[in-house]
């Protein structure tokens, strides 16, 4: 289901930089709403799976 979303989410950044006035302009907006906000929140919502593979990885 998580990754349906983030496959929208940057359906929706790539359609806001095809619409951007410059080059730089649609490079730059598909950066700041696509994939770096993205890899924050998988970067901040992994944490406790991360935490989970290490505990088993421990306990093995």
């Not at 998988?42 to 991360?50: D, E, P, S, T």
């Amino acid at each position: 289901m998580m990754i349906i979303i983030a496959i929208a989410w940057l359906y929706v950044a790539l359609m806001l930089a095809v619409g951007a006035n410059s080059l730089v302009g649609a490079v730059f907006g598909f950066v700041a709403w696509g994939p770096l906000p993205l890899a924050i929140f998988w970067y901040i919502f992994g944490r406790k799976r991360r935490k989970l593979r290490a505990r088993r990885d421990e306990a093995n």
